[in-house]
């Protein structure tokens, strides 16, 4: 399998890190966002929300304590 070299914008690649998980390429992220049946935590993040808002769904949400989810609110809010 081949290697491209491709341009992004430096707030698109920092929107790439921020979704990476630990260990995971550049290849795979794109691969998991890019595909027909994505789950909803590649959408985590993509629109913005405030503090209370993000409460209440987590709330919504019972028994959730995906620290996922905390660390992509924390990053989208910098």
């Known amino acids: 399998m081949g290697t491209k070299t491709i341009s992004i914008m430096d707030d698109v690649y ?3 890190i921020a979704l990476k998980t630990p260990g995971e ?3 795979e992220q ?3 966002l890019t595909s027909a049946k994505s789950e909803l935590m590649n959408l985590a993040g ?3 929300i405030t503090e209370k808002e993000a409460n209440k769904i987590k709330k919504e949400i019972k028994g959730s304590e995906d620290t996922r989810i905390k660390e992509i609110i924390t ?3 910098e």
């Open 46 to 48: 993509s629109w913005k």
């Open 30 to 32: 794109l691969r998991k």
């Open 14 to 16: 920092d929107k790439l």
């Open 75 to 77: 990053r989208f809010k």
């Open 25 to 27: 390429s550049f290849s």
